[in-house]
């Protein structure tokens, strides 16, 4: 039977269509790819960004931490030197004011005067005491006044009372030993008394503070 010119108008319109709808589907399914593909890559670019951020907000929580570690161990260095100084500071006038106590000296010069002078060691060297120059001339008035100028002249054979010491205190001398008794030497071994206590002290308060900061 022949086609007429409506028919195959129809069958070209029916082609068309079809041929449309398959074209738009095509088009639909590559679209759909395209959007979960730059879905996914925007998903994973997105993962990357967050990854780097934290990583980034780590190190940089890590290197506050050590800078803030580094500062409180410094600080707590200062603070153990500047509680250092002041401790010898005011050690340092405490002793300063007993060495220089001319009633003070003279009992404790007398004792050690009188033990040299009863005991039994063998030094037959001169008791040589070297104070400073105005104490000396103290020392001499007060042993006058307070032990007696005929005592004092028992045990001046064998003394030698000197005046040239440059720090309050006193040093003497005997079979070749010296023992000095000055503020510097004082301090030194106080300071060594309550050192270790002044570093457990700041040890327990930096302690205390980390675990404050950890809490």
Not at 35 to 58: F, M, N, W, Y
Not at 69 to 84: F, G, T
Not at 127 to 151: D, F, Q, S, T, Y
Request: aromatic share 4%; net charge negative.
């Amino acid at each position: 039977m022949a086609e007429t010119i409506e028919s195959f108008v129809a069958k070209l319109q029916a082609e068309g269509v079809q041929a449309g709808r398959e074209q738009a589907e095509t088009i639909r399914a590559e679209a759909e790819k395209q959007a979960k593909d730059t879905v996914a890559l925007a998903r994973k670019q997105a993962e990357k960004i967050i990854a780097d951020a934290r990583h980034t907000a780590d190190e940089t929580l890590a290197r506050g931490k050590s800078e803030l570690e580094l500062a409180a161990r410094d600080a707590a260095l200062r603070l153990q030197q500047a509680l250092s100084m002041a401790l010898t500071a005011v050690l340092g006038q405490t002793v300063r004011q007993q060495l220089e106590d001319t009633h003070f000296m003279g009992k404790l010069l007398h004792e050690i005067v009188m033990l040299y002078v009863q005991s039994d060691f063998q030094c037959k060297d001169t008791l040589k005491i070297n104070v400073p120059a105005e104490m000396r001339e103290k020392l001499i008035r007060w042993a006058m006044a307070e032990i007696g100028h005929e005592n004092v002249e028992k045990v001046r054979p064998s003394i030698d009372l000197k005046g040239t010491l440059a720090d309050a205190g006193f040093e003497y001398t005997c079979g070749g030993s010296t023992v000095e008794v000055t503020r510097d030497s004082v301090v030194a071994t106080l300071m060594d008394l309550v050192g270790p206590d002044l570093r457990e002290v700041l040890a327990k308060a930096m302690a205390g503070g980390k675990q404050a900061k950890e809490g």
